[in-house]
């Protein structure tokens, strides 16, 4: 199985040489094979969005590379990187455009990675294809194309800003944390469709989260961030017979044997 994401000392340090100096990523190495689905977890300020936004090409490392399908992305920046990496944020509002209809989001999304020039911004093949995609969701939202994005709810939004970064298949997809703000029940929802998303198309995926149950159930890989390192990178049936208990054991020794609880581990 080809490397589709390659992360090489990875080194991100934020106000270097000021009192509020912070090393966020230290030294990250990470392979990432086509079609892996790994779930990212750790406590907070662990490294694991910075780790995102660093593979997305939002700033510049201090040192390391990364490398996406093949080419050496370091020097990319995220407009461009763009083109190959799709990405759904923790705030439901900041994948859409709000004044834009369905139809005029999902065209956008539709261009990723190609040349605009001046022609209809929606067509009636394009239209088609919308509703095709939009009943996926079972939102009923192909049959709303033209209404406003910011009359929906915020679960009917984070639906849609899934839809638009898979529209046309990234090679990476990145969730940082895509349903934290979302109700239960309505989380639930996102996490059914991402899940039907993902390993329909069997998108090479990284997923933030810090509901640990999720993080065991779904994908076939999982790391764990503490202090701007992977302390932790579990795969295949090692992953399928995790616990809850069996992350809190092994993230207390890494501790140095220090007592550990979930809300230690993830708050």
């Given at each position: 199985m080809s490397t589709m994401l390659n992360v090489t000392g990875a080194t991100k340090i934020f106000n270097k040489g000021g009192v509020n100096e912070v090393t966020a990523l230290s030294g990250v190495d990470l392979a990432v094979r086509e079609g892996d689905f790994i779930t990212v977890i750790g406590s907070n300020g662990a490294g694991k969005s910075t780790f995102l936004n660093a593979v997305a090409g939002c700033f510049r490392l201090n040192s390391g590379t990364v490398e996406l399908d093949g080419e050496n992305v370091t020097g990319w920046p995220e407009y461009r990187r763009a083109a190959k990496v799709g990405r759904v944020f923790q705030d439901p509002l900041m994948g859409t455009c709000a004044g834009a209809t369905i139809e005029q989001n999902l065209a956008i999304a539709l261009k990723r990675g190609q040349r605009r020039g001046l022609s209809f911004g929606v067509k009636r093949k394009d239209r088609d294809y919308f509703r095709e995609r939009l009943a996926t969701l079972h939102l009923g939202l192909e049959n709303r194309l033209g209404t406003a994005t910011g009359l929906l709810s915020g679960g009917q939004r984070q639906a849609l800003t899934m839809l638009m970064a898979t529209l046309v298949r990234p090679r990476l997809l990145l969730l940082d944390e895509h349903t934290a703000?979302?109700?239960?029940?309505?989380?639930?929802?996102?996490?059914?469709?991402?899940?039907?998303?993902?390993?329909?198309?069997?998108?090479?995926?990284?997923?933030?989260?810090?509901?640990?149950?999720?993080?065991?159930?779904?994908?076939?890989?999982?790391?764990?961030?503490h202090r701007g390192e992977i302390v932790l990178d579990i795969d295949g049936d090692e992953k399928r017979g995790l616990e809850v208990d069996d992350l809190l054991q092994r993230f207390a020794k890494l501790r140095g044997g220090d007592g550990v609880t979930d809300r230690m581990l993830l708050g």
């Open positions: 703000a979302l109700d239960p029940k309505t989380a639930g929802m996102i996490l059914d469709r991402t899940e039907e998303l993902v390993t329909g198309q069997r998108l090479t995926t990284l997923m933030v989260t810090h509901n640990m149950q999720q993080a065991i159930s779904l994908g076939n890989r999982l790391i764990m961030f």
